[in-house]
């Protein structure tokens, strides 16, 4: 167990929905990462923030977004889904200080 | 721009043979380099690291990789696999110019053969 939880643990919906993935980082940790994993593009990394703000993007879309909240919680908004937004995402977390990333056990979503 | 690349998308082994993961990267200046395993329904788990010093590091789960700056290499060996290990290993390069992102290979799985 790494220490990182996301919920949903699984999320199926329909093509032009909206949803929220949810992720608690570990204990102290002040950085946050998003990633999915699909079979076409491979593990992506999406967006980092670092203490409740932005510190780098990815290949995100912007039909995506994020936020980190005071208590260090992220959440990954996905909106008007398409059917290739069907992935594994993945938040990680790790302390400021250290480069190691400490990865959640995935939220898959399956757009249909 | 780094970059990682693992030249295996398939490997079998038997149990108890040795084993050896490749990975190349491309990177400008001394790279951070990760191996991670991926079990079926499951997150990614951290084997091993490399940031500097010693180019043969110890990991979890009896894993070892060797950083080779000549040959831009950081392979993954374990002396004797398990059944156990039959997973997707990842190797990983964290890019440090304007956070910390991590890039990967697309991935090698490991088949066990009992």
């Known amino acids: 167990d790494s220490g990182v939880t996301q919920t949903p643990k699984h999320l199926i919906t329909a093509t032009g929905q909206r949803v929220t993935l949810r992720c608690s980082p570990r204990s102290g940790d002040l950085s946050v990462y998003w990633y999915q994993q699909s079979l076409d593009q491979g593990l992506q990394f999406l967006i980092q923030y670092y203490n409740g703000e932005e510190r780098a993007k990815g290949n995100i879309l912007e039909r995506f977004s994020a936020q980190q909240f005071p208590d260090l919680h992220s959440e990954l908004n996905l909106s008007s889904l398409e059917l290739g937004d069907s992935a594994l995402y993945f938040c990680a977390s790790s302390d400021g200080g250290r480069f190691e990333q400490y990865f959640g056990p995935g939220t898959r979503l399956t757009v249909t | 721009a780094q970059s990682v690349t693992q030249p295996d998308i398939h490997i079998t082994v038997s149990e108890g043979a040795s084993l050896e993961l490749r990975c190349n990267y491309s990177?400008?200046?001394?790279?951070?380099l990760f191996w991670y395993v991926q079990s079926p329904g499951q997150g990614l788990q951290l084997l091993l690291k490399?940031?500097?010093?010693?180019?043969l590091v110890q990991g979890i789960k009896g894993f070892e990789a060797e950083f080779k700056r000549s040959q831009s290499s950081f392979n993954l060996r374990k002396p004797s696999v398990h059944w156990s290990d039959a997973a997707e290993y990842f190797c990983a390069v964290v890019s440090t110019g304007g956070g910390n992102k991590l890039t990967f290979g697309t991935g090698t799985q490991l088949k066990v053969e009992l």
């Open positions: 990177y400008g200046a001394t790279p951070y």
């Open positions: 490399y940031f500097s010093g010693d180019t």
